[in-house]
């Protein structure tokens, strides 16, 4: 049996609990010793979250100065770390173009480890100067990297990274956390979900003018944006036909997988615009441990996400979208393939135990 890695992970997000179930699987399945680092807090929906440091793996708290407005922490002993856990490999889940990601990327770097960083980042776009150095350092001086979906590893691989280069979402999830629906519940309507920011580039004017003559069809809209752009909202949805949009507000984690089992279809309508795309929608594969029929937008990630297990739609298209509406509220025979399918592509590869198995053998490939 070999012998197990030491990790030092490094992630703002995995302050959560529930963002730590692939470092405990990690560490109980695949033997690493992980130590994970962390701020002691991050804002995570607006709130301030302190780090959960209960699990069964090593934790490192940084000293850090937090930028709130600009989501942006400064390790003030990043080398410190590295040099106390003295591990194997320093994996980064921080963009390559961040402060903490080059702080720890250089660290590894001066103590002779092997690092990994991982990038979101679907549009090739400039940075400010300082912005660019950190990125392009990172390119130069990491020894693999993990990006989050396809556009992300062309766009780098491009940019000349020539290291080893995987493909893997930055959180998978636990099927046993969702609720199996069985069929719908209604033959004679059909209810239509959608959760994430109220913004523009998430589509929702799009979803609304898609209800426009579609009987028995009705919109639940959960999440949240700026007054004015809700009020917006909630004035067009007017339009659609009285009561055929509800508003439900912001939805805690433990309140999603409920939602989801109340529906009947998930509709993902992001857009891109020339800041943003779609990166992944991860609300798409907790649609399809749900059981709940997906279909979502060409955006970014979207397509390759859902596969053949949903459908879509282009972009800013109501028409197309509404057509799709149709076909899973009048063929119940594509409604329960799809649903199966959808099922079947989450368990094969966005559960966290997929997850983590990807990262070790990532792991695998930088100890040859």
Known sequence: MRPCLKI?????????????????????KHGHEIILCTPPYWHEGGIKTPAFTGGPIRYEIGNVFMFKRRMLQIYLNAENIVKKANPDIVHVEEEPFTFAGWQFIRAAKRSGKKSVFFTWENI?????????????????????????????????????????????????????????????????SFTLGYIGRITPEKGIETLVDSLKGLDDVKLILAGTGSMEYTAK??????????????????????????????????????????????????????????????????SGEIPNVIGDAGLIFREGDAEELKRC??????????????????????????TNEIIAAKIDGLYKKLQI
């Not at 030092?8 to 109980?28: D, G």
């Not at 507000?249 to 999603?256: C, E, S, T, V, Y």
């Not at 992001?270 to 749900?290: C, D, H, M, N, Y």
């Not at 119940?332 to 199966?340: D, M, P, R, T």
Request: proline share 3%.
């Open 325 to 350: 509406v149709q076909s899973l509220a009048s063929d119940q025979v594509l409604y329960k393939e799809i649903v199966e399918k959808g099922f079947e592509r989450v368990k094969n590869n966005y």
């Open 124 to 188: 090739n776009r400039p940075y400010n100067p300082l912005y660019t150095y950190f990125n392009n350092y990172c390119i130069k001086n990491s020894d693999a990297m993990i990006a989050g979906n396809e556009e992300a590893k062309d766009i780098f691989r491009a940019g000349g990274f020539a290291g080893y280069m995987e493909v893997i979402p930055q959180y998978g999830l636990n099927m046993d956390d969702f609720i199996i629906r069985k069929g719908r519940k209604d033959k004679n």
């Open 8 to 28: 030092l992970f490094v992630s703002h997000s995995s302050v959560l609990k529930y963002h730590q179930q692939k470092l405990e699987i990690l560490a109980a």
């Open 233 to 298: 909202i909630e004035k067009k949805s007017a339009t659609a036909g009285e009561g055929k949009v509800q508003f439900a507000g912001f939805l805690g984690r433990d309140k999603i997988a409920e939602f989801l089992s109340s529906i009947d279809a998930l509709v993902l309508p992001s857009l891109t615009t020339p800041q943003w795309k779609e990166q992944f929608g991860r609300v798409i594969i907790e649609a399809f441990a749900s059981k709940t029929a997906v279909i979502g937008s060409s």
